[in-house]
C-alpha cells in the first residue's frame, strides 16, 4: 500500500516543523530554543515566529503532526489487517528521538490519548468474539497496551539489539510483526489460570 504524502509536508512551515523534531529530540523541550529550531531548519528566525508564533504552539504542531500520522498509519491497519507494506516503525522511525523526549519528559499526553482512543476501538471490535467475559474495561486495557507499544519506541535500541535487527529494515518488520503474532496469538495464561488469577487479586482486595 501506498501512502499518500500529506499535502503540508511540502511546505516551508513542515520543514521547520520536521527540523523542530530533530532539534527538540535531540536536546529536549526545555533546552530547545526558537533560534536553535531555525538554525536547524536552515530559515530565518522571523520565518520561524511568522508561522507558529512560540515554541509553545510549535510544540503542539510536532504532536499534532504525530497524531496525524498515527491515525493514517491506523486507517492503513484497518485496510490491510496483515500489514503488507506497512512498517510502522520505519514511518515513526524519524520521530523516535523526539517521541521519547515527549514521553519520557512528561508533555505527551495528547499523543498518547490519541493512541488510547483508537486502540479502544479495535478492542471493543475484538470483544465481540471473545470466549469469556473481560475482566477489565476496554479502555483500561487500551491504556496498557498504549504504554507497552510506545516503550518499544523509548527503548527501541534495545529492541534491536534484543532482536538482532534494525526494525526499520523490511526484515525488521517482519520479525517484529512475526512475534507479535506469537505474542497474541499464544496467551501466556490459561482461561482457567486467568480465573484463579482473578479469585487472588480478590481475595488480596478484601484482606
Not at 186 to 207: F, I, Q
Amino acid at each position: 500500500m501506498t501512502t499518500v504524502p500529506d499535502p503540508e509536508d511540502l511546505t516551508a512551515r513542515a520543514r521547520i516543523r520536521d527540523a523542530a523534531m530533530r532539534h527538540i529530540g535531540e536536546h529536549g523541550f526545555e533546552r530547545a530554543t526558537i533560534r536553535g529550531i531555525a538554525e536547524t531548519a536552515g530559515v530565518s528566525l522571523g520565518l520561524v515566529r511568522h508561522h507558529f508564533g512560540s515554541k509553545q504552539a510549535l510544540r503542539e504542531a510536532c504532536d499534532e503532526h504525530l497524531m496525524k500520522t498515527i491515525r493514517r498509519l491506523n486507517r492503513q491497519a484497518a485496510d490491510d489487517p496483515y500489514g503488507a507494506g506497512l512498517n510502522p516503525a520505519a514511518v515513526m522511525g524519524p520521530y523516535q528521538p523526539y517521541l521519547a523526549r515527549a514521553l519520557t519528559e512528561g508533555w505527551a499526553a495528547p499523543l498518547f490519548d490519541e493512541m488510547v482512543d483508537l486502540g479502544e476501538g479495535w478492542i471493543v471490535e475484538a470483544d465481540k468474539s471473545r470466549p469469556d467475559p473481560p475482566d477489565v474495561d476496554a479502555r483500561s486495557r487500551s491504556t496498557m497496551i498504549a504504554a507497552m507499544a510506545l516503550s518499544a519506541t523509548v527503548l527501541r535500541q534495545h529492541v534491536e539489539r534484543g532482536l538482532g535487527v534494525d526494525l526499520t529494515s523490511p526484515e525488521g518488520q517482519v520479525k517484529l510483526m512475526r512475534v507479535l503474532v506469537d505474542l497474541y496469538s499464544h496467551p501466556l495464561l490459561s482461561l482457567e489460570e486467568a480465573a484463579e488469577a482473578r479469585k487472588a487479586l480478590d481475595r488480596g482486595a478484601t484482606a
